[in-house]
């Protein structure tokens, strides 16, 4: 063979590459192992997502490997659902080399939910448990039954349940408010636990299925709904709860006919219940009974004579207790035998009064229990008449472990006192009868003295001494000279005849000296931003002497009032004015405020009406108020005057008045008291329709110009304002062919012209002189109620004369209107509004007087009048709300143009006018 020679510089790269690590050729397939924990058998697929081709799709045993698999396939692993277990997330494994993946089944908390059956195992199962019983608080369910078997529960529902169905919504007059929408409303009994009995049906805890997953509240449990039929009901109930308090259930549940599972909550006051979802899991956990006794006597104790009474007895032992128990009685001198009882397993029973009781009787079983015979031993003095006793049972340690009640009765040859009443009541010089009635008993005859102790110093009773002859009735005087100290005293009355006693208790109450205290009148008034003073007449009873204070409480908001201190002296009264103090803003209106005293009689609680009136003015013009109209600024009244002999006619003063009573315009213009004042603009119409008609217009400025006057004929109504065009409305009648007949027409002031309007009045009875044209805030629409049975109301556009007739029967004397045409009436105790479309809705107890229209700053606000003050009517809410502001005697009112209202009235008959505004 023939060699190359290599240059020396290449043999060492040469030796160089040969030494250096050389890239590994990738094997030409690699394997998958699968391996399968928690389980061994689940449900796999696997993909080459490369390829798209499925690898394996079906049950995959414990594990496998998949070999043969090209280098660099991606596969995929889907694992599948398996009941009982999560179901473990997806994985995808890129095989550049051999590859083992895990796929992890995990079991899942509890067992599923099963709506007719209660199965699995129960967390701390009392010993001895045998059987389950479905219950809740009240009863069991004698038709399902269920056995405990090692540390688990089976209890199958396969029948409907013992108890009487109840609606599951509330029917007939339950109190109960519902806001439900229900399919059907179905018959049910719903059970939240199972008692869990021993093989003697001894009560030994309950069992709770534990909502593990799939519930939607904390802590919420399953409970089982028996329904007679499928409904689907969802809502809120609240019903009145025994505790005074209310209850409110939650209900969102999807029934089927029989047995339901559904989870179940309740909290303060709270109850809910759903339906649970298929993939719910719960747990059983059991809470043991607490270990105690209890005592059942067969009868009544009674004793007849000294000689010791035998009773047969029943000792219950809940809860598996066992142990040496000692007895002993509440009631002196009752003692039992024997005083020790020792209960073991072999005497184990259960309480009959329990949950379980139910359950016993109607399977016909009388429970495994200790019968023994008690005796009773009664060393006491006097006799006693079916006085309830118990019987107090505690362990060796001391602690009381139960109890039993029955009754004792002691008949023995004596006497029996009883007091009536047991409670007397009485004051520190006070003489008082205390009843006493005796029995005897055994045939017992005899002289009793009866003796009165328990006394306090200051009161004392003298012993009484009665024959006793079958029944004796005796009164003790107790006798008290005045120092006493108030307080509530036990006393004992005590019967001795010779070796026979009895004793009977009450308490005697000695109650402190009182005064009472009276209003001198019925009716007080107190002016924002003024003082006034209320007489109160304060009466000395049962011994008082000395000093008490007087103190006005239940004051309105922005009042109050001076607590007054008065000596008094026993059979005299003595007045005490109470000042009263209302701030600027005090809350107007009637309240009703309460006397008071720390030495008021308890029985006594006087009151009388304060009335917080606004702040007034005295009207700067003498003489009797004939009438008011709005200004702008201020209102326009009407006082009488004088007769003027120059002119040979009656003189009326027309007055513009601010709110805080200046008098900013004056004139006076022929007319007598039926002069009427008309709002005109820049001004006032001050008409006079006494004999010849009189019109005189006057400015704010106090210029005055005779109008011509106007040919109105026989006036029957007239408004109290022009129209915004400067016309005064009013209807006159006509007598002709031996008829009345009536008609609307329009006089306008700047020109004199009377114009008919086409209203057809209808039948009318009378006008009787009230208002009868109500104007809207701009004057442009115009309400005229025409009188009669029915009557008739018209809505009148001031702008076109068209009138329409308002399509109702609610009655109405006084009327208002909005600017935008919303119509509202008020008659009798009743506001009703007339609506858009016709309707009207009517708010019964809403008191307006007789309506002046709408505040001319606050929209939703209303005001009206009648003669002894005014009422603000809040329109803006669902429900208007009316306040009524006593005055006094209302000669008239007015809107004020700023807002509110301008009242005219007499605070007291001999009181000059006075003016007010009101907000």
């Not at 009064?353 to 016993?360: C, K």
């Not at 939703?860 to 005014?870: A, E, I, P, R």
Request: glycine share 10%.
């Amino acid at each position: 063979m023939k060699r190359f020679q290599l240059p020396t510089t290449m043999l060492g790269l040469t030796v160089l590459l040969t030494a250096c690590p050389q890239p590994t050729t990738p094997d030409a397939t690699v394997s998958l192992t699968v391996a399968l924990t928690g389980v061994t058998s689940a449900p796999i697929k696997i993909t080459n997502t490369t390829s798209g081709a499925a690898l394996f799709n079906g049950n995959l045993d414990t594990g496998k490997v998949f070999t043969n698999l090209t280098a660099g396939t991606t596969v995929k692993i889907e694992p599948g659902t398996l009941n009982g277990f999560t179901t473990p997330a997806a994985q995808t494994v890129t095989l550049d080399s051999s590859k083992t993946a895990s796929v992890e089944y995990k079991a899942l908390p509890g067992a599923p939910v099963q709506p007719a059956r209660i199965q699995g195992p129960v967390s701390d199962l009392p010993t001895g448990a045998a059987t389950g019983v479905l219950g809740n608080s009240y009863e069991v369910d004698t038709n399902s039954e269920g056995a405990v078997s090692g540390s688990g529960l089976d209890l199958p529902l396969t029948r409907a349940p013992s108890s009487r169905l109840s609606t599951l919504l509330p029917t007939g007059n339950s109190g109960c408010q519902a806001t439900v929408t229900a399919s059907v409303n179905p018959n049910i009994a719903l059970f939240t636990e199972v008692n869990l009995l021993s093989p003697k049906m001894d009560y030994l805890g309950t069992v709770t299925e534990q909502i593990v997953a799939g519930g939607t509240m904390t802590g919420s449990q399953v409970a089982r709904l028996y329904s007679d039929r499928a409904a689907t009901v969802k809502g809120t109930l609240t019903c009145p709860a025994s505790n005074g308090a209310t209850l409110t259930v939650n209900l969102d549940v999807t029934l089927t006919a029989g047995w339901n599972a559904v989870e179940y909550a309740s909290g303060q006051n709270q109850l809910t219940l759903r339906t649970l979802g298929g993939g719910a899991r719960s747990t059983l956990k059991a809470t043991r009974a607490p270990g105690m006794v209890s005592v059942a006597l067969q009868k009544p104790v009674e004793f007849t004579s000294d000689a010791d009474v035998a009773v047969a007895a029943r000792i219950y032992q809940d809860g598996g207790y066992t142990g040496e128990i000692s007895l002993s009685t509440d009631v002196p001198g009752l003692t039992i035998e024997p005083r020790t009882v020792t209960l073991t397993a072999a005497t184990l029973t259960s309480q009959e009064a329990q949950a379980t009781a139910a359950y016993l009787r109607r399977l016909g079983v009388t429970p495994q229990r200790l019968d023994t015979t008690l005796t009773f031993r009664y060393s006491g003095a006097g006799n006693l008449e079916s006085t309830p006793f118990q019987i107090v049972a505690r362990d060796a340690a001391g602690k009381q472990v139960g109890a039993g009640n029955s009754t004792v009765t002691v008949k023995r040859p004596g006497l029996a006192l009883s007091l009536f009443p047991s409670e007397v009541q009485m004051f520190p010089g006070d003489t008082r009868d205390v009843n006493v009635t005796a029995n005897g008993i055994g045939g017992f005859t005899g002289n009793v003295t009866y003796t009165l102790t328990g006394l306090p110093a200051g009161l004392s009773a003298q012993p009484v001494t009665a024959n006793l002859n079958g029944f004796s009735f005796v009164t003790l005087k107790v006798v008290g000279d005045g120092t006493v100290k108030p307080g509530t005293y036990p006393i004992t009355v005590t019967g001795v005849s010779a070796d026979k006693t009895a004793s009977a208790t009450g308490q005697l109450i000695v109650r402190a000296p009182t005064v009472t205290l009276s209003f001198s009148g019925y009716g007080f008034s107190v002016s924002q931003g003024a003082t006034a003073s209320v007489p109160v007449t304060v009466s000395t009873t049962n011994g008082f002497s000395g000093t008490t204070t007087v103190t006005l409480t239940d004051l309105p908001a922005g009042v109050s009032a001076t607590p007054k201190t008065v000596t008094v002296t026993p059979g005299a009264s003595t007045q005490v004015m109470v000042p009263v103090q209302a701030t600027a803003d005090a809350a107007l209106g009637n309240a009703t405020v309460k006397a008071s005293s720390p030495n008021l009689d308890q029985y006594a609680s006087p009151t009388a009406t304060l009335s917080v009136r606004p702040a007034r003015a005295t009207l700067p013009v003498p003489g009797t108020v004939l009438g008011a109209a709005q200004a702008t600024a201020g209102a326009w009244v009407a006082t009488d005057g004088a007769f003027d002999t120059t002119t040979n006619q009656y003189q009326t003063k027309v007055t513009r008045v601010s709110a805080t009573g200046q008098a900013l315009t004056s004139a006076v213009v022929p007319g007598s008291s039926a002069t009427r004042l008309i709002q005109m603009d820049g001004g006032v119409l001050a008409l006079s329709t006494d004999g010849a008609v009189k019109a005189t217009l006057i400015t704010e400025a106090g210029a005055v110009t005779p109008l011509s006057a106007p040919a109105l004929g026989s006036v029957v109504a007239l408004s109290g304002s022009a129209d915004s065009k400067g016309r005064v409305w009013f209807v006159r009648s006509t007598y002709s062919a031996g008829a009345v007949t009536y008609a609307l027409h329009t006089w306008t002031t700047a020109t004199g012209e009377i114009a008919p309007v086409n209203v057809n009045l209808g039948s009318v009875g009378s006008f009787y002189g009230n208002q009868n044209f109500f104007f809207s805030p701009d004057r442009q629409k115009l309400v005229l109620i025409v009188p009669g049975y029915p009557g008739s109301i018209f809505r009148i556009d001031t702008a076109t004369l068209t009138a329409t007739k308002v399509d109702t029967t609610v009655p109405a004397s006084s009327a208002a209107i909005t600017d935008s045409g919303t119509l509202w009436l008020s008659a009798y105790g009743t506001l009703s509004r007339v609506n858009s479309d016709g309707t009207v809705t009517q708010f019964d107890g809403i008191s307006t007087g007789e309506l002046l229209g709408f505040d001319r700053k606050t929209t939703g606000t209303l005001w009206g009048k009648d003669t002894s003050g005014v009422y603000r009517v809040d329109v803006s809410a669902a429900k208007p709300t009316s306040t009524f502001v006593s005055l006094g005697d209302v000669k008239g009112a007015a809107l004020n143009a700023d807002g509110g209202l301008l009242a005219i009235w007499n605070p007291q008959y001999s009181d000059p006018a006075a003016i007010s505004l009101l907000k």
